[in-house]
């Protein structure tokens, strides 16, 4: 589903990323994990169009993305959360979905929607406050909502867009011990019941061990160490550079 090789990013002489060579097959799993200024968001950047690397190739479901634009990775099924929560704000749930689910239908310019049309888009954002717990919570303005449950609007919003392929940037970022398990068991329900390929980064070592299949180290921009929870763990270089100490 994604394949990158010998990626890599400067900015002037600074060098985000270099060399960074990852694949995730389908419905895969998978985590990048890393220090602060390791280059993990400069890699989803990257990966997404909103960055073009120095150097390398990034492949979505087998296809070159060079000079592919965002908004066409999107079209394609490559669809992404971020670090800092992006929502609309002053629109409710329902609308925020609504907004998501006729762009992906090609109706957000029409000016007159058919009935068969806004039936299915109606179903489909019922079908996703359901999936994520939101239900309770449509006419409510996103902007007025706890920090858990606007990260929870926002991987909607992202699922609103039909993805082969999530990458989730943090996404358990500033939420309360409740928030986060609320949002590590709709991460393993989409992956359990979705045919997505999900790439995520996070600081929590116990989400990452107890959910992700592979695991991706980057260090200075590189990658450290790639492989299972199990070889990751036992990876002396990752204990020394990231984990402190025996795993």
């Known amino acids: 589903m994604l394949r990158l090789e010998n990626l890599g990013k400067r900015f002037g002489s600074l060098i985000a990323n270099e060399g960074i060579s990852l694949e995730l097959a389908h419905r895969e799993m998978s985590a990048v994990i890393g220090p602060n200024g390791a280059g993990k968001t400069t890699l989803f950047n990257l990966i997404t169009g909103f960055l073009t690397p120095s150097e390398g190739k990034v ?3 087998g296809r070159d993305m060079a000079g592919v634009p965002p908004e066409a990775r999107v079209a394609g099924g490559m669809v992404r959360t971020f670090q800092i929560t992006e929502v609309f704000p002053d629109l409710t749930v329902f609308e925020n979905l609504r907004v998501g689910i006729e ?19 109606v179903r ?7 999936l994520t717990g939101l239900s309770a919570k449509a006419t409510q303005l996103v ?3 706890a920090h858990g449950d606007q990260r929870v609007v926002e991987v909607a919003l ?3 867009l039909d993805p082969k392929l999530l990458l989730l940037d943090e996404p358990t970022a500033g939420m309360s011990e409740h928030e986060t398990e609320r949002m590590v068991a709709l991460i393993r329900r989409l992956h359990a019941e979705r045919d997505l390929t999900i ?3 996070e600081h929590d070592m116990s989400i990452v061990f107890g959910i992700a299949q592979r695991i991706t180290v980057l260090d ?4 450290l160490a790639s492989g299972t929870p199990e070889e990751i ?3 002396p270089k990752v204990q020394e550079a990231y984990l402190g100490g025996e795993a």
């Open 59 to 61: 492949f979505f479901d």
């Open 103 to 121: 762009t992906r239908l090609g109706i957000s310019h029409r000016p007159f929607i058919p009935r068969s049309l806004r039936a299915e888009m």
């Open 124 to 130: 489909r954002i019922e079908e996703l406050m359901i």
């Open 143 to 145: 902007g007025e909502l």
């Open 158 to 160: 992202a699922l609103s």
């Open 199 to 201: 790439l995520f980064i």
């Open 220 to 223: 200075y921009g590189r990658v």
């Open 233 to 235: 763990a036992r990876n």
